[in-house]
Nanobody, 121 residues
């Protein structure tokens, strides 16, 4: 059983910073892409940032220059450093990872339970 557990969410003022972390555990043979999505009520979940196993990164236009994604392969973790936060960044943030638990099946996408980020104006 694979689990992704996020931490680091909370309440912060406009212009502040938060660092989200996500740890993968369980029967894991390999991890490919990792990333962060976010969702607000009534809207679709959107990609915030992604990072490949080769450390190539991709960001939503709305967070470029403010957010930084990184990963620690030895610890099976992915982080999201969020600076210059704005009220419109308020959302539930979800960690994702493409994980191999069985080489016959190949990569499957797993999701964390989500962590709330609230930016007050």
């Amino acid at each position: 059983q694979v689990q992704l557990v996020e931490s680091g969410g909370g309440l912060v003022q406009d212009g502040g910073s938060l660092r989200l972390s996500c740890a993968a555990s369980g029967r894991i043979f390999s991890i490919n892409d990792m990333g962060w999505y976010r969702q607000v009520p009534g809207k679709q979940r959107e990609l915030v940032a992604a990072i490949t196993s080769g450390d190539s990164t991709n960001y939503a236009d709305s967070v470029k220059g403010r957010f930084t994604i990184s990963r620690d392969n030895a610890k099976k973790m992915v982080h999201l450093q969020m600076d210059s936060l704005k009220p419109e960044d308020t959302a539930v943030y979800y960690c994702t990872a493409e994980i191999v638990t069985n080489w016959v099946v190949g990569y499957s996408k797993y999701w964390g339970q989500g962590t709330q980020v609230t930016v007050s104006s």
